[in-house]
């Protein structure tokens, strides 16, 4: 099984920040877009931010200048930096691991709570 392992969730005040993980010992990370998705109370899942092998970024409109995702190949491991935290960012965050080759598979971690509350 590939592991894929979440951390850093917790509760913060509106306007405050996290730093969400994701670390795995797969070899093949390094060759594999990663992304960060979320799924709120009522609500489908969502794209959140993805980050290519090559380090090419996107986001959802909701969280542009807010988010960063970014990846560190060394330690195997991907982060999230959220910034001025809004209650609508509370959600179940979810890494994601999509391989790039010819045959493409997705690996789920079992998700960190982030509530954002006063």
């Known amino acids: 099984q590939v592991q894929l392992m979440e951390s850093g969730g917790g509760l913060v005040q509106p306007g405050g920040s996290l730093r969400l993980s994701c670390a795995t010992s797969?070899?093949?990370?390094?060759?594999?877009?990663m992304a960060w998705y979320r799924q709120a109370p009522g609500k489908e899942r969502e794209l959140v931010a993805r980050i290519t092998s090559g380090s090419s970024t996107n986001y959802a409109d909701s969280v542009k200048g807010r988010f960063t995702i970014s990846r560190d190949n060394a330690k195997k491991t991907l982060y999230l930096e959220m910034n001025s935290l809004k209650p609508e960012d509370t959600a179940v965050y979810y890494c994601n691991l999509k391989t790039e080759g010819v045959v493409v598979a997705y690996y789920w971690g079992q998700g960190t709570q982030v509530t954002v509350s006063s």
């Open positions: 797969r070899s093949f990370f390094s060759g594999s877009t």
